[in-house]
């Protein structure tokens, strides 16, 4: 069974960094395209970043360029979401997902890390 285990969530201060970290294991790391998507309280999931899978091709929100920034290690199978210049809105679960396919659904999917960013 295909696992996604996020890690690496907490309560920072605005203005502060954060490092999320999403290991995978029974899936082929390597082939899938990954994703991280947040959900802030009384909201929809929303999309942050994307990487290919072979890690050259990244996507952002509009909300997180110049902030944020996706990465992956296919050695460990583990992608990592390196967050800066946190704000109070950046607050939300943090979910990674993986898909085969880079225009298809997103197959699998963590349960999820909570980032809180106090003022």
């Known amino acids: 069974q295909v696992q996604l285990v996020e890690s690496g969530g907490g309560l920072v201060q605005a203005g502060g960094s954060l490092r999320l970290s999403c290991a995978s294991s029974?899936?082929?790391?390597?082939?899938?395209?990954m994703g991280w998507f947040r959900q802030a309280p009384g909201k929809e999931r929303e999309f942050v970043a994307g990487?290919?899978?072979?890690?050259?091709?990244?996507s952002y929100a509009d909300f997180v360029k110049g902030r944020f920034t996706i990465s992956r290690d296919n050695a460990k199978n583990t992608v990592y979401l390196q967050m800066t210049s946190l704000k109070p809105e950046d607050t939300a679960v943090y979910y990674c997902?993986?898909?085969?396919?880079?225009?298809?659904?997103?197959?699998?999917w963590g349960q999820g890390t909570q980032v809180t960013v106090s003022s």
């Open positions: 997902a993986a898909r085969f396919n880079s225009d298809g659904e997103y197959e699998y």
């Open positions: 029974k899936l082929t790391f390597w082939r899938y395209n």
């Open positions: 990487i290919s899978w072979r890690g050259g091709g990244t």
